[in-house]
């Protein structure tokens, strides 16, 4: 069984286009998140979710809309798509925080983005 | 803000030899450290990680890391690497947030090499 999924795991598109990334997980956890890893493999988050509201949203543009429909979905829609967006998106996700301890964050296996 | 600097992004062993990947990080706080393993295309999968307690951590392969706070290292260490160990390997801190959830900052990755 698969804990994190994305799909679809390739997408090919022009520039301009308006496209759909879907995550889901099946682990019960609380928050999830969006990470993106460039063609250098250089990872950074871009946003999270924690109990379907949005708590990181790091400087993205606004181009980039995360929904997330409920705890165990977190989808990211991309409008007018740029040559700059191809990279591989990942999804993960964690247990809630407590205050002072760390969950660990389970990594879907990714979405190669090529935007042409 | 956290970060954290991977020396090397290559590194190349004899199978059978000391693997060693370097990973230094800046925290204003106690930080919780992650090493992270990406086998070609695919996901992120935890190698092993620490938030408190014992400063010698075993994860999962036969890798190990010990955080040195007077270093502010938390190397990764194998002591016979394996033609299966090739991969990316990622070091990362978290920034507590409350509210539910953690951002991991990456550092850029050490591609491993295993060699004959």
């Known amino acids: 069984d698969t804990a994190v999924s994305q799909t679809p795991k390739y997408l090919v598109t022009q520039m301009g286009n308006d496209k759909s990334i879907k995550c889901e997980q099946n682990l019960g956890h609380d928050t999830m998140y969006w990470y993106k890893q460039d063609s250098k493999k250089f990872l950074k988050i871009m946003f999270s979710?924690?109990?379907?509201?949005?708590?990181i949203n790091e400087t993205v543009p606004n181009r980039f809309s995360p929904k997330s429909p409920d705890k165990a979905h977190l989808n990211l829609h991309i409008n007018s798509l740029e040559l700059g967006d191809s990279a591989v998106y990942f999804c993960a996700s964690s247990q809630g925080l407590a205050l002072q301890s760390y969950y660990e964050q389970y990594f879907g296996p990714g979405t190669r983005l090529t935007v042409t | 803000a956290q970060s954290v600097t991977q020396l090397g992004s290559h590194v190349s062993v004899s199978e059978g030899a000391l693997v060693l990947l370097r990973c230094n990080y800046s925290?204003?706080?106690?930080?919780?450290l992650f090493w992270y393993v990406q086998y070609p295309n695919q996901g992120l999968q935890l190698l092993l990680k620490?938030?408190?307690?014992?400063?010698l951590v075993k994860g999962i392969n036969g890798f190990e890391a010990e955080f040195k706070k007077s270093e502010t290292s938390f190397h990764l260490t194998k002591p016979s690497a394996h033609m299966s160990d090739a991969a990316e390997y990622f070091c990362a801190v978290s920034d507590q947030f409350t509210g539910g959830g953690n951002k991991l900052t990456f550092g850029t990755g050490t591609q491993l090499k295993v060699e004959l």
């Open positions: 620490y938030t408190t307690g014992a400063t």
């Open positions: 925290s204003s706080v106690p930080p919780y």
């Open positions: 979710y924690n109990n379907k509201e949005l708590i």
